[in-house]
């Protein structure tokens, strides 16, 4: 089965990291790209950036920069978002989603999302 | 603030027709093509529409859309109860150089 399943809920307190992945099964995780996106509570979805796991490359949306890195283990077929530097406002739910290459906005498997609170 | 404009809400009765808007600008929607994504309560965003108007195997064909200039439109035929839900339009923006999406509209059926 073609999915891509994450690590679960994080509580963080405000200042702290919090590190996120994305495991593909299914699917060989070197011919896609995998976007980063969040949803904060009762919002839209707001994109955060993408790596490719062939070569670890990442661009990162300009409002993350600084604070984002994505990373990727290609013995797990895993890849990573680790997010520091925390406040209230990144309360959201995280997902990861595949999409064939950048450029594109057609992300057709998606991860079922983690939950992460940031709360003093 | 999101980069595509829809409506928040629409609604239909059972069996009825209903489209939902989207605009946006010559950075995306304008230069790039339109995707739209099905969202339930407490689930990931399922893909919809790609590539403007084409379906992924298992979406009905119920499901339509368009686009012309900046603008693109997702239409639903014969509504049932099952598609009540939050769609979302996205397409990939040339000046943030990353995807950008539609607030949501949220879809009720009477």
């Known amino acids: 089965q073609v999915q891509l399943v994450q690590s679960g809920a994080e509580v963080k307190k405000p200042g702290a990291s919090v590190k996120v992945s994305c495991t593909a099964s299914?699917?060989?995780?070197?011919?896609?790209?995998i976007q980063w996106l969040r949803q904060a509570p009762g919002q839209g979805l707001e994109w955060v950036g993408i790596?490719?796991?062939?070569?670890?490359?990442?661009n990162y949306a300009q409002k993350f920069q600084g604070r984002i890195t994505m990373t990727r283990d290609t013995s797990t077929d895993t890849v990573y978002t680790e997010l520091s530097s925390l406040r209230s406002e990144d309360t959201a739910v995280y997902y990861c989603?595949?999409?064939?290459?950048?450029?594109?906005?057609?992300?057709?498997?998606w991860g079922q999302g983690t939950m992460v609170t940031v709360s003093s | 603030q999101s980069m595509l404009t829809q409506p928040p809400s629409a609604s239909g009765t059972p069996g009825q027709r209903v489209t939902i808007s989207c605009s946006g600008s010559?950075?995306?929607?304008?230069?790039?093509?339109v995707n739209w994504y099905q969202q339930f309560p407490g689930t990931a965003p399922k893909l919809l529409i790609y590539?403007?108007?084409q379906r992924p195997s298992g979406v009905p064909d119920r499901f339509s859309a368009s686009k012309s200039g900046t603008s693109a439109s997702l239409a639903i035929s014969g509504l049932q109860s099952e598609d009540e839900a939050v769609y979302y339009c996205?397409?990939?923006?040339?000046?943030?150089?990353?995807?950008?999406f539609g607030g949501g509209t949220k879809l009720t059926v009477l």
């Open positions: 989603a595949r999409v064939r290459r950048p450029g594109m906005a057609a992300f057709d498997v």
């Open positions: 299914g699917f060989i995780l070197n011919s896609y790209y």
């Open positions: 790596i490719n796991p062939i070569d670890g490359s990442t």
């Open positions: 010559s950075s995306n929607i304008g230069g790039s093509s």
């Open positions: 590539v403007d108007y």
């Open positions: 996205a397409a990939w923006d040339a000046s943030l150089n990353g995807p950008v």
